[in-house]
């Protein structure tokens, strides 16, 4: 092929490659340009949130704030006003109807001055459900709505659990472990709530509205349990993060393994998010204590989607529809006080960060207005976060194609201008039959030369070997330059079918390569 | 932070570098290239003669006018990489004014890169269509073929070769020893010149420069005080030249004195000594050495003639 045409067709080939990238990287939609903001809209101090939850507490049709640390529970208004503001003991708290009014009330389990007890705040009034109460420390409380009716469940620090009427009557009593309540969610099997329990000695139960287990599971200690039914099949999968890394998926049903997976790291949250937005199936993110970030979807077994990092212990995981795409994006904060957005490509936007390590993240209309709220060591902030995209911006990848293309088209071109290189082995030799004579004579004599230096010893070795190949060489061309003028010539020598040096005619070994020849 | 300035600082090093070598292309500021002994390294050319003077002078002037037409045609575009550098970095800047703005996009980075390696290939290219120059030997040579040029004998040639690949190249190593340390020392013979030619007065000249170079190769030794093993680069320990010629005399014309006043073992002319002669059978044979590592064709011809003066013309 003519070097004219080559550099063309080179740059043909890489200019398919580049567009064919570029159409790739256009059409997939990994490419955007995103921004993720937010601004403050109030700030109240209120130092390391164990729990928080915007929700309407008060009955009157707007959304509260409501907040929980090892010494107090508060509620908010939209407008950052302090509604309720109660010390407790100790305490733990959980969100349910516990008075039949069909709005969520506080239930708030602590440290009272009659042992161990349990409040409920209803529509902001602060009343005493139970006291005197045989359990340990406060670990857990969740408020269950089993299909023979309601219960509240208390968990303690030594794995004991208590559960407890509407009214405050105990009904079943239960020991998961030995170890810390770490864990405690409704779990469904066949549609009906059950209780999915786990405690940091590793051990998982499921029981049933008696008290009863359904099954139960030990595995390596544990840092978080959550139960989602994830499927949307009417049974739940409870998901656990190990205290070395083991992520485990189990079957609701019968306890038996879904998926697992070793994160490498201890798993410090995990939590559902819709990040396809795609409900018939939820996808739930992981984030670990050395601030791993993953994402995975579940379609009977776990199938990781993407994953990233902080540069700390993930804290608190929320989803939350920032850009009204119907999608959930993962807002995350961690332990040096980071809060960045994950995409559902898993693409990170990072917010402003806080001074001290992000506690709690939660979203909702506060004042009308739809909120994030975060908490941190040392304050909650509710922000109003916002979302711009540059529009078209996925089609730049072929943009920025077409210009690679061109430039590679343009220095093809100029390659092309360009002459060959003359070559620098150049013979100038007359044809006349004198003349080429002539010419065989001095190689004839030249390679006699080389000879006699070699046998007096001045030349030996590769030096003799090259330039008598050389010379032979010019002998080879020369007959051909007899044979092309017509002219007859008794043809003495024959290439080497190996190494295709010349040799004289007769020899029966190349000297250069060592081949045996047999003609 | 730490990390951020250290892989920033490798990244801008990698950029000046590479800004560096495009616009040293553009300005043609490559370092001259040298050979083992820190020589200039000149075009490697090989030429065998066989043809009429006129046609090798020609042939070599043509060869020189298309090395320089290929070298004219790359410098037409010496900037362009430069250009390509710069529309790259064009590129990158929109993605670090989408980063300032808030927007994450590397797009135009990955661009900008692509850009920068077209660059590096272009100027790759056209620093390929660069030459050496052609040594001074190579304008020698084309001088000493003018000089004889008429007294070559009518429809014959010059025959023989020039080669200026160099004259330290490994196919050129005439022998090797070893001293007492186990050193090893290369002599190298370079025949550069090889030149044959029926003159007008029916004699036969033969001509030979030979370069004979001296090379120590690199070694290893043992320090006796620190015990440490330390590699020795190689040396160059000297060049000397040969020049080796021979007249046929035609015995209807000539008859050869056995010495001349001009002409004799041991006399200096120009850069070289006479250090053989042998005017035996009608043949003048002698080596002429130089200790000088690049002779002249001024020199060359200076012998030639020199020789000349023990042919003593026959009466009529």
Known sequence: MSRKVIPFVVAFVLICLVMAVSAVFAFSGAVTAEKFGGSVTWSQPYATAESMKVINLMGDDQDELFIQNTSNVTIFDGSGNALLNQNYQSPKTTLGDVDGDNKEDIVVFYVGNQGYAVDVIS????????????????????????????????????????????????????????????????????????????????????????GKAVWSKNQESLRRMRAFDLNSDGNSEIITGGEYGALFVYNAVDGSQMYTQGMGQAVSEVRVVELNGEPSSREFVVGGKDGGVWAFSFNGTAKQIWSGSLSDKVTEISG??????????????????????????????????????????????????????????????????????????????????????????????????????????????????????????????????????????????????????????????????FKTAGFPIKVETIQCPNCGGTLELGMDKCEYCGQVLLS | MENFICVGGILLVFVLIIFFYLLNTARKRNAPTTNKIGKKDYLPVYISLADKPQSIMQGMDRLRIEVQRTEKAGDKWRWVPLIIFFVGVGLMSIDLLLILLGYMSFIFIA????????????????????????????????????????????????????????????????????????????????????LKAKLYDGNILRVSAIQKSKKRKSYTKR??????????????????????????????????????????????????????????????????????????????????????????????
């Open chain 1, 123 to 210: 529509n902001g009034k602060v009343s005493t459900l139970a006291q005197s109460l045989n359990i340990g420390l406060p670990a857990r409380v969740i408020v269950v709505r089993f299909a023979s009716g309601p219960q509240i469940v208390l968990g303690d620090s030594s794995g004991g659990l208590l559960s407890l009427s509407l009214s405050g009557q105990p009904l079943w009593k239960y020991t998961v472990g030995s170890e810390e309540i770490r864990g405690m969610d409704d779990a469904l099997i066949g549609g009906k709530t059950n209780l999915a329990v786990a405690s940091h000695d590793g051990w998982v139960v499921v029981l049933d509205s008696q």
């Open chain 2, 223 to 316: 320090s006796r005080i620190s015990g440490k093993y330390k590699t020795k680069p190689e040396k160059f320990k000297g060049t000397e030249h040969d020049l080796k010629i021979r007249i046929v005399a035609n015995p209807e014309v000539y008859t050869v004195a056995h010495t001349s006043p001009t002409f004799k073992h041991g006399l200096n002319i120009g850069k070289f000594t006479i250090s053989q002669l042998d005017t035996e059978g009608g043949i003048i044979s002698f080596v002429a050495n130089s200790p000088f590592e690049e002779v002249e064709h001024e020199n060359i011809l200076q012998v030639i003639q020199s020789a000349y003066s023990l042919l003593q013309r026959k009466a009529a």
């Open chain 1, 320 to 481: 939350i529809d920032i850009n009204g795409d119907g999608a959930e994006e993962a807002v995350i904060g961690d332990d040096s006080g980071s809060v960045a957005v994950f995409t559902g490509s898993g693409s990170r936007n990072n917010l402003d960060s806080h001074s001290s390590g992000i506690t709690r993240i939660d979203v909702g209309k506060l004042n009308g207005e739809r909120s994030v709220v975060i908490a941190d060591g040392s304050k909650v902030d509710v922000d109003k976060l916002n979302f711009s995209s540059i529009p078209g911006f996925q089609y730049t990848p072929l943009v920025v194609g077409v210009i690679i293309s061109g430039v590679i088209l343009i220095i093809a071109a100029i390659l092309v201008s360009i002459p060959k290189r003359p070559e620098l082995k150049v013979s100038f030799q007359d044809k006349s039959k004198e003349s080429l004579e002539a010419e065989r004579r001095m190689v004839k004599e030249s390679i006699a030369d080389v000879e006699r230096l070699r046998k007096a010893g001045e030349v030996t070795g590769d030096a003799y070997l090259a330039r008598l190949k050389r010379l032979r060489g010019d002998l080879a061309e020369n007959e051909t330059a």
């Open chain 2, 111 to 194: 661009g900008g890169v692509a850009l920068w390696i077209a660059a590096i290939v272009m100027a790759r290219g056209l620093r390929k269509s660069d030459s050496q120059d052609f040594a001074p030997r190579y304008n020698g040579t084309k001088t000493i073929l003018h000089t004889l040029r008429d007294d070559l004998r009518p429809s014959t040639t010059f025959l023989g070769h020039l080669d200026l690949t160099g004259a330290l190249l490994p196919t050129k190593v005439a022998r090797t020893s070893k001293d007492s340390q186990d050193r090893t020392t290369e002599y190298f013979r370079d025949e550069w010149l090889a």
